[in-house]
């Protein structure tokens, strides 16, 4: 996880810290950008270099507390970017996911989605879970929603997903909002093709990747298991913004196009990512979560 002292990285922290337990595992890391790092130590001069202070401050000041609660803490700091830094170090360890904090301004304005986690997101194969700037609900504690769209990200969440409730015992809504957004976003090619050449009406369209999820959920997940599936009017960045509200936890998929080298981000994906009240698990269509491995 991502720790730079600042209010959220803390609180994202104290989320992972509750997470994962006395029997988890968490890899603090501070990403040190090579420029600032010789801004600070050859231009304006220090006694101590910055690296070092880092370092002090990753184990005494801002990693201290949450310690006790985790089986095993490991702190680094990195000389590159923060993205770059959390994706070497979370292929090395096999992270399970990458936890960071939202940005939020200083002046108390909305919360939004920072260069950091935007780079994250784009470049990185592992799980990224956004933790608001408001103490979240515990994993624990309630429903995990995912995202219904089409293609292989939304198979990527709802696989990740169906791992999730498998060694959690949560309970699992499908969310698809039948408002009047574009069937297809970023997502989704050979769909799409699927879709003009068929002349596939747009409901009935909709109704069969719904029951297509809910059915791939269920089996993974075992018959004994709960699977709320919803389908609410609206658009979906609405919806899923309300759901935040009564849930621990919103997964998304995140499709990686490559006409576009994963740099658009679907508006629903943005704002949930912004403005969900609790932890956003942003899934990328890599063949780990497509596989169910």
């Not at 370092?55 to 803490?73: K, N």
């Not at 090395?92 to 936890?99: E, G, K, L, S, T």
């Not at 574009?182 to 719904?210: C, H, M, N, S, T």
């Not at 990686?256 to 990512?273: F, I, M, N």
Request: hydrophobic residues 45%; contains cysteine.
């Amino acid at each position: 996880m991502g720790l730079d002292g600042s209010d959220s990285s803390l609180n994202a922290l104290e989320w992972a810290a509750e997470t994962v337990g006395e029997a988890g595992r968490v890899h603090a890391v501070v990403g040190l950008n090579p420029w600032t790092r010789y801004i600070v130590d050859g231009v304006a001069g220090r006694e101590v270099p910055y690296k070092e202070m880092l370092e002090r401050d990753l184990v005494t000041r801002w990693s201290a507390a949450a310690s006790s609660r985790i089986g095993e803490l490991c702190t680094t700091v990195s000389v590159s970017t923060a993205a770059k830094a959390l994706d070497h170090v979370a292929t090395a360890d096999r992270a399970d996911a990458i936890v960071v904090g939202t940005h939020t301004s200083r002046r108390g304005m909305p919360a939004r989605i920072g260069r950091t986690i935007n780079h994250l997101i784009r470049i990185t194969d592992h799980p990224v879970v956004v933790v608001p700037g408001r103490p979240p609900v515990g994993l624990d504690d309630g429903v995990v929603v995912v995202g219904i769209g089409h293609g292989n990200a939304t198979r990527a969440a709802v696989r990740w997903a169906a791992h999730l409730a498998r060694e959690r015992g949560v309970t699992v809504e499908l969310l698809h909002a039948t408002g009047g957004a574009p069937v297809f976003q970023a997502d989704g090619v050979l769909d799409l093709a699927r879709y003009e050449v068929g002349r596939v009406d747009p409901e009935a369209w909709e109704r069969g990747a719904i029951e297509h999820f809910a059915m791939l959920m269920q089996t993974l997940v075992g018959e004994g298991s709960d699977v709320v599936v919803s389908t609410p009017p609206g658009m979906p960045a609405v919806r899923l913004d309300e759901a935040s509200e009564r849930s621990a936890m919103l997964v998304l998929g995140r499709h990686r196009s490559a006409l576009d080298r994963g740099h658009h981000t679907a508006q629903p994906l943005r704002h949930a990512v912004t403005h969900s009240r609790c932890p956003v698990a942003v899934i990328a269509d890599h063949p780990d979560w497509l596989l169910g491995e």
